[in-house]
């Protein structure tokens, strides 16, 4: 099962239900910074889509990462317990959105000035 928590960062938890170990791995701070700071993201930052870049810029950037050894650019923990957190239960409840009308699982619904909504018309 992989369960994605969008925390914005360049880190993956990789953990075994059975055994409850886990390890995490996470791209080193200055790598990510060098990254932000390449030619490439500079375009980027322009607006320039990415299939529009210069090769040239991509290749750089790539060739510079990928010749490093790993321990250079990754950061992994030693092996740790993991404490699952408890799986939602399920729903059987149907509500419909007060926004945009859809029907959504009750478990899913938030309230938003008043109103149960969907979470995307909740802005969550």
């Known amino acids: 099962m992989i369960n994605k928590l969008d925390y914005g960062k360049w880190a993956v ?4 239900k ?4 886990a390890v995490r791995v996470s791209v080193k701070p200055e790598v990510v910074e060098a ?24 290749l750089e950037g790539f060739k510079k990462t990928i010749s490093r ?3 250079e650019i990754l950061e992994v923990s ?4 993991y404490n699952f957190p408890p799986a939602p239960k399920p729903s059987f ?7 945009c009308g859809e029907m959504v699982a ?19």
Do not use: Q
């Open 13 to 16: 938890t990789l953990a075994l």
């Open 18 to 21: 059975k055994d409850r170990k």
């Open 35 to 58: 990254m932000f700071f390449s030619k490439f993201m500079s375009e980027r930052k322009r607006g320039i889509p990415p299939a529009e870049v210069n090769p040239e810029l991509i």
């Open 69 to 71: 050894p790993d321990e």
């Open 78 to 81: 030693k092996i740790f317990t």
């Open 93 to 99: 409840n149907v509500v419909r959105c007060e926004i």
């Open 106 to 124: 009750e478990n899913k619904m938030r309230i938003r000035e008043g109103k149960k909504v969907c979470l995307p018309c909740s802005g969550y």
